[in-house]
């Protein structure tokens, strides 16, 4: 393979030949039929293609839902004390705001308040503290979502205590046992077949929302909203949208959050991210405009403020704690700017097989937004990345992987290291004593050369069809957005045009941007950060990666090409 502009190799998905013939059959475009074959080798395509209310599986075939329902039943007729502790981020506040939901409407017995840790006093999980101050304050149920399942002395204090404990999880390493002494509600245990392994927290909390409101003369109604929070919880936290529940959480939710009404504070929130102001809310402003400002309390102050926000029913105040919110997410924003630049100085221009900077929390090594900043670097220097805030004897840091090295297993590798730790095969999180920086350091890049090298680190950009410019029109792009919801697992479709030429009277470098449109039909073509390869895009035909969508703005649409490379 010839390397790219960026240089990349660009490999294109397979796709079964007598599956694109059968897809043809149903009236799709060549492109459109040879794009869903690679995502899905079987299946009805009228069932993938229009994902519905029916595709959210029964609850009871989640292991241990049955006797989930039987406890929190017992604790409204007991009339018992029930605490919700969640994790800070969008999938945990999601899921904090569903139960509270769920919970406060199958009865008026139990007493029911929540929890959400905050990062700066208590860090990531299900911690002992909260377990003995739950003791203290006499809970008799804590239900928790999106931690838990690792969280093995904190259940077992809790139990000590004579406090039960529901877990609502997904972050199960495999080879991992949970908590012996709890209710699991958990796909990926090896007890569970439920159909959709791939649940994020906030929909395992849909599940048990579902299964609470069995019998309830409203509940489709009342699931319907909440997945208006599911939705934006499983983009947010990259789980695969592959399944055909995680696809009707997304398409269901999107229709939910376009159909409104809304309460006072999701309308706040939504006017705060600029929606429902005459486009569309799609997938995207799910995972970048609404997800950041969620995100953004747990970062930089406290999570419990977007709760309070999204169970507000004033509209004047929550309009003022959406602003603040917003202003949150701005101050997040200059943060992240400032720790990408000096991160990829630290980096040097030969970065290491598994790239490590640090620096201290007082020199404005913001623990809440090293996340942030090592996707940035993972992206840039095509590097597992590991950013790290430095408070004291000990560090946090959090990384980002390229698809070729499995970040918890990296992580796995340097475990005498480390304090705690966890995640996903993209993204993890851990605490390790800062004395021991160097050493992790080495050994996370000698757990590359030995796991792929050179290999796992080649910049590849899989694509799902080739096709000549002239096939660039509204039909395809209407085509190839009924694959969505995009996200995780399911991205937008990536094409190559071949031979493209510009438009040169069009063609122009503005700042970051270079937009031009390709001759020969009606697409813009734009790219971002790539000024300096205007004069080889003027030169000739060029091939050209991308993306194509439909730009809305102000009223008007256009058919563009977002570009993501060129040969």
Known sequence: ??????????????????????????????????????????????????????????????????????????????????????????????????????LGLIGGGAAIDYHIPNRFDEGYGFSVKAAEKAVADGVKLIVTADIGVRDHAAVQVARNGGVDVLICDHHLPAGADVPPDAVVLCPPQKACHYPNRSLAACGVSLKLAQGLLGDHPKRDAIVRSMLKLAAIGTVADLVPLSTLENRAIVALGLRELNRGPHHPGLQALLDAAGLNKGAA??????????????NAAGRLADAKMVVELLNCRDPGRASAMAKEIDQLNTERKEIQRRLVDQALEAAGSEPPEFVVVSGTEAEGWHRGVVGIVASRLKDDLYRPSAVVSIQGELAVGSVRSVPGVHAVEALDSVSDLLVKYGGHPAAAGFTVPAAKLDELSERLAAFVRDHGGDDALQRTYRYDADLDAHELTERLEYELSALGPFGMGNPRPRLVVRGAE??????????????????????????????????????????????????????????????????
């Open 502 to 567: 510009m438009s040169w009277v069009d063609l122009k470098a503005s700042g970051r941007l270079l937009k031009a449109r390709i001759k020969g039909t009606r697409c813009d073509a734009v790219w971002w950060d790539a000024a300096e390869h205007k004069e080889r895009l003027e030169s000739g035909p060029v091939d050209l990666l991308g993306k194509l969508e439909i730009n809305e703005w102000n009223g008007r649409r256009q058919l563009q090409l977002q570009i993501t490379d060129a040969r």
């Open 1 to 102: 393979m010839t390397p790219s502009i960026s240089g990349a190799h660009w490999l294109l998905a397979p796709a079964p030949a007598a599956r694109v013939e059968a897809l043809l059959a149903h009236g799709l475009t060549p492109v459109a039929a040879r794009c869903l074959a690679a995502r899905w080798a079987d299946g009805d395509p009228a069932e993938l293609l229009t994902p519905t209310f029916e595709h959210l599986h029964d609850p009871t075939k989640m292991h241990n839902m049955l006797p989930a329902l039987d406890r929190l039943r017992q604790a409204e007729r007991d009339r018992e004390h029930v605490r919700i502790i969640t994790d800070y981020d969008v999938d945990g506040t999601t899921s904090s705001l569903i139960l509270q939901a769920a």
């Open 281 to 294: 809310v799609r997938e995207n402003d799910l995972g970048y405009r609404i997800g950041p400002r969620i």
